[in-house]
């Protein structure tokens, strides 16, 4: 179990590490943690379930600014662990993932505080003139930003492993199923808050179409997201020819009429 939770830790570290030092490519996301902790449990095809599963529901899910809804990386990576050594259905991993994300943006927080904290001794050095030594204060920084989290990821997995467990033993079948039904509604949710920041009118029939397809040509997610795409570079190249050729327009309508000899002379 230790060598378990030091390869669940690693992978926490991975996550937080690349979404603060390395531009944010997204390896924070649920579909790449549980991806991720699939492969380092030895279980890869259960990891990319549940990270599909988790996806879905935090689809609409963005920090913006100083606000951070929920950690997607720490519910991802628990939620996936825990319910890959369990054994257990994937339901129980949406259910462990909602509230470890939003008690994990405390820890985030008090880290964020303590950071914030040091930026006057970050200025210190930088006004004394003393830029490596300012650099390597931010090199550190960002390289202990993902130690507290792997460091919960470690104990959580170590010790709580047989809690949920014998939690998850304990739940009767008919809550189960009830779980497993909510967690086939949640991904709708995040469905919801991501079409609430980018509804519009003109969105709305590539909505019904999409509903269509689902419900009443039985077309998987798979086909509707190729369709989907290939409309998507359809648009993007219209819209860049019809650009590029307004752009062609206006420089000739803007462009100085030409003034022969004759008429510029008696203009002078």
Known sequence: MITQALLVALVLYIAKFSDHGLGQPLVERPLICGAMVGVV?????????????LELIFLGTITIGGSVPADLAVGSVLASAFTILTKAEPAVAVALALPISLLAVFVYQVE?????????????????????????????????????????????????????????????????????????ILPALGFAILL?????????????????????????????????????????????NQLKMFNSLKVTTTAPAAVDDKEGFFND
Do not use: H
């Open 112 to 184: 964020k505080l303590i950071y914030t904290g040091l930026v006057e001794k970050y200025d210190a050095l930088l006004n004394a003139g003393r830029d490596k030594a300012a650099l390597g204060m931010t090199f550190g920084m960002m390289l202990f930003y993902g130690v507290p989290f792997a460091i919960i990821a470690f104990f959580g997995i170590l010790y709580g492993t047989d809690v949920i467990r014998s939690l998850v033993e304990s739940i009767p079948p008919t809550v189960m199923r009830g779980m497993t039904a909510v967690g086939g």
């Open 41 to 53: 449990l030895g279980d890869f095809q259960q990891g990319i379930i549940i990270g599909a599963s």
């Open 196 to 240: 609430k920041s980018l509804w519009n009118k003109q969105l709305a029939a590539f909505f019904f179409i999409g509903f269509a397809l689902a419900a009443y040509l039985q077309l998987p997610i798979m086909g509707i997201a190729i369709l989907a795409g290939a409309v998507a570079v359809y648009l993007c190249f219209t819209e860049f």
